[in-house]
C-alpha cells in the first residue's frame, strides 16, 4: 500500500513539473508530500520535496515547515541542522512543547548536555510525565559532572514513578562511579528485587562492585543471585571468583564443580580448584571429564606434582609425548624432576638437558647440583 501511495505521488510530482510556466502558482503541496513521505520512511526523497517549497509564499505555514524541516534532518543524521530548524520553527510560531524534546535528543547526540538540560526544562511538563525524559536529563547532569544535580533528578523520578525501577538501576551506576558503595548495593537490591532484573543485568550489577574492591558487597548480591538463578553457569563461577578474592578456595571449588555440570567448559576450572584446595581425590575426578586429552594430561601432571606422587608422573611420560607435550619447557622440567625425586638420575638428565627456557633454567642448574649431592655425598641429598 505504502509502495503504491509513493507511485501515485511520484507520478503526481512528474506531472506537475512539466505543467505549463504559466500557471501563477503550483498545485502541488511539497509540505504535504514531504510529510507523507516522512511517515513511510522515505526521508531523502522527503528532503527533496522540501526544496521545492517557495518560502516567500505568504500561504506556506512556515513553522510546519521548519518543523517538519528538523523531523526530517533528524531521521538522516543531520543534528546540528535539525536543531536550527526547529528553533526557526519556534521563532515562525511553533508552540508545541514537544519541539523541545526532539531538540534534547538531538543536543544529546552532538554531546551538548547543557542544551539538552535547557531544552527540557522548556518542556517540563512534559519531562514530569515521562521517566525516561527524567533519565535523560539525569544522564545529561551527570556527564557535566553536576552529580548532585543528577541524583536530584533520580530521587524526584522516584517520587512521580516509584514503579519505574530503571532509576535505581541508573542511579546505581552513579553511585558506583561515586564510591558511594553501600547506597549503590541498596539500590541494586531494590532493582532487583521488583524489576524482574535479567541474569545480564545482575551480572554487571556484581561485576561493577568487583571492579570497585568492593568484594563483600559484590558476594552478597552474588549470593542472592545465585538463589535467583541457579541454572546460569556464568553467575556461579562469578560467585566462585569472588570467593577465590576472599580466599575461600575450598567453597570455589566446589561452586565450579556445580558450573561444570551446567557448562562442561569449566571442568578444568573446577579440577584446578580442587587442586588448589588439596582435595586431590575430587581434582583427579574432575580431571578425568575433561575432553581435550592435553589439557587433561597437563593438569593431571599438576595435580601429582602438588600432591607429590612422582612415580605417577614419571608414568604419564609415554603419554606426554604421545600427545606432544614434551614440546613444552614446563612439562620437560615436570619429568626432569620426577625423575629427580625417585631417584632416576640419569633419566633426570635426559630431559634437563632439552631445556632451553631462561626461567627454567636455572631451576635446572640446582637441580643438576642436588642430584651431584645425592650423588657424591648421600649424606646431604635433598630428594
Known amino acids: ?18 505543467a505549463s ?39 506556506v505555514d512556515l513553522a510546519q515547515y521548519y518543523t517538519l524541516k528538523g523531523l526530517i534532518n533528524s531521521k538522516l543524521g543531520l543534528y546540528q541542522d535539525s536543531n536550527k530548524a526547529f528553533y526557526k520553527a519556534i521563532q515562525n510560531g511553533q508552540t508545541q512543547p514537544s519541539i523541545y524534546i526532539y531538540i534534547a535528543k538531538n543536543s544529546f547526540k552532538l554531546q551538548k548536555y547543557e542544551d539538552v538540560i535547557k531544552a527540557l526544562d522548556k518542556a517540563d511538563s512534559l519531562v514530569k510525565s515521562n521517566p525516561k525524559l527524567l533519565a535523560l536529563k539525569a544522564e545529561s547532569y551527570f556527564r557535566l559532572k553536576k552529580y548532585d544535580n543528577a541524583l536530584e533528578v533520580l530521587a524526584q ?6 514503579t519505574y525501577y530503571d532509576a ?4 546505581f551506576a552513579y553511585m558506583i562511579k561515586l564510591h558511594l558503595y553501600k547506597s549503590a548495593l541498596e539500590d541494586a537490591n531494590i532493582y532487583l528485587k521488583h524489576a524482574k532484573a535479567d541474569e545480564k543485568t545482575t551480572i554487571s550489577f556484581i561485576n561493577a562492585l568487583r571492579q570497585a574492591k568492593e568484594t563483600q558487597k559484590a558476594i552478597k548480591l552474588a549470593e542472592t543471585a545465585h538463589l535467583m538463578y541457579p541454572h546460569n553457569a556464568t553467575l556461579t563461577v562469578l560467585l566462585a ?6 580466599d575461600m578456595i575450598q567453597t570455589a571449588a566446589e561452586l565450579f564443580d556445580a558450573a561444570s555440570d551446567l557448562d562442561p567448559k569449566y571442568t578444568k576450572d573446577a579440577s584446578e580448584m580442587y587442586r588448589r584446595a588439596k582435595d586431590f581425590v575430587q581434582a583427579l575426578y574432575k580431571n578425568s571429564q575433561i575432553l581435550d586429552t592435553k589439557e587433561k594430561y597437563k593438569q593431571k601432571v599438576a595435580i601429582y606434582l602438588e600432591f607429590g606422587d612422582y612415580e605417577k608422573v614419571v608414568a604419564t611420560e609415554s603419554a606426554l609425548k ?14 626432569a624432576y620426577s625423575f629427580y625425586k625417585i631417584g632416576e638420575f640419569d633419566k633426570s638428565e635426559e630431559y634437563l638437558k632439552k631445556i632451553t627456557d631462561s626461567g627454567l633454567y636455572q631451576k635446572a642448574i640446582e637441580l643438576r647440583k642436588n642430584m651431584n649431592k645425592c650423588k657424591n655425598n648421600p649424606w646431604e641429598c635433598t630428594l
Open 322 to 335: 604421545r600427545n606432544g607435550l614434551l614440546k613444552e619447557q614446563n612439562m620437560l622440567y615436570a619429568l
Open 241 to 246: 571468583t569472588l570467593y577465590i578474592d576472599k
Open 21 to 59: 510556466e504559466s500557471k501563477e502558482k503550483d498545485d502541488i503541496d511539497y509540505v504535504t508530500l514531504a510529510t507523507v513521505l516522512l511517515k513511510d520512511g522515505y526521508y531523502t526523497r522527503a528532503n527533496d520535496a522540501l526544496t521545492h517549497v517557495n518560502l516567500e509564499d505568504k500561504h
Open 168 to 171: 535505581y538501576k541508573q542511579r
Open 157 to 162: 523520578t522516584n517520587k512521580l514513578f516509584p
Open 1 to 18: 500500500m505504502k509502495l503504491l501511495l509513493l507511485l501515485l505521488l511520484t507520478l503526481f510530482l512528474s506531472n506537475a513539473v512539466v
